[in-house]
């Protein structure tokens, strides 16, 4: 009795800690909601297994048909729910635009390895369609939770490392636009404004220094991007100038996401000076 409910036990903490599984992953897209909705319910499910362990008035045939069919449930949830978190990372790279050749090879062989991992969900599907005990779903459940851990959330987090470096780049692009607005509109101001403008023009030289170091940052996190994604996805693409590169990588290497955050900061605080800049042309022009 005992090695059965320590077995149950095990099978409810498995999928709990399968669940864990996908917080390591922020969607950015409009499929957040059904994302977190879909968690839930993969949640609420391992609480109704839980449930029917420990009710007493069940036989053990209730029991396991009971079982079997929570399990079933909970493990199609998760199926759906790493369907819906590829596919929104799918989307993610296929909304990119504008990607220079580097990236946009990269871009289509990462959407390959997305489109790879359908054959496991359909292998998944047809072993749960198939499964006729608990048993076969807490084994499967087991194999599925080794897939995403050792396989799929080490390609996942390249993956989303690639779209945080392209969304940044986008962000440095539109920064870089708004400062050539704004110096075109102190370029417009009259010569008699000029003590001032030479005020702004100093202020907006702050700004562009922000975006400056904003992009370098965004440069050295896209070169740590794409060694890393051939290094560990597509060894056979590195070239021998990478291949000692990778062999320079080490522990201190700041990650890409810091290397975004900090990039990130700059802008904001460029954005913060864009909107000092904004107002004192407007009241520059309104007297």
């Known amino acids: 009795m005992k090695s059965f409910i320590n077995k149950n036990i095990l099978g409810v903490s498995l999928i709990i800690g399968f669940i864990s599984l996908f917080l390591f992953y922020y969607p950015v897209s409009a499929a957040e909601k059904k994302l977190e909705s879909a968690l839930k319910e993969a949640t609420d499910q391992a609480d109704t297994i839980s449930d029917i362990i420990n009710n007493q008035d069940l036989s053990a045939e209730e029991k396991e048909q009971k079982e079997l ?3 079933s449930e909970a493990l199609s949830k998760i199926l759906d729910l790493t369907v819906l978190e590829n596919n929104d990372l799918e989307n993610n790279l296929n909304s990119f635009k504008n990607l220079n050749k580097n990236l946009r090879d990269l871009r289509d062989k990462l959407l390959n390895v997305l489109s790879e991992n359908k054959k496991v969900y359909d292998l998944i599907q047809e072993r749960l369609d198939k499964a006729s005990s608990s048993e076969e779903i807490r084994q499967l ?122 990039s990130h900061q700059n802008i904001k605080e460029a954005y913060k000076i864009f909107i000092d800049l904004s107002r004192a042309i407007k009241e520059l022009i309104n007297n």
Do not use: C, H
């Open 69 to 71: 069919s929570a399990r």
């Open 141 to 262: 459940a087991v194999d599925f939770k080794n897939w995403r851990s050792l396989v799929y959330k080490p390609k996942t987090e390249k993956i989303t490392a690639f779209n945080l470096v392209v969304q940044e780049k986008n962000i440095i692009a539109m920064a870089q636009d708004r400062i050539n607005k704004i110096n075109n509109d102190l370029d417009n101001l009259r010569e008699a404004q000029m003590v001032k403008k030479e005020l702004l023009y100093n202020l907006l030289e702050t700004a562009n220094g922000k975006i400056d170091k904003a992009s370098a940052l965004e440069n050295q996190a896209e070169s740590l991007m794409i060694l890393t994604i051939k290094r560990d996805l597509f060894p056979q693409n590195l070239s021998l100038f990478e291949r000692f590169q990778v062999k320079l990588l080490s522990k201190e290497t700041k990650p890409i996401q810091s290397l975004i955050e900090d």
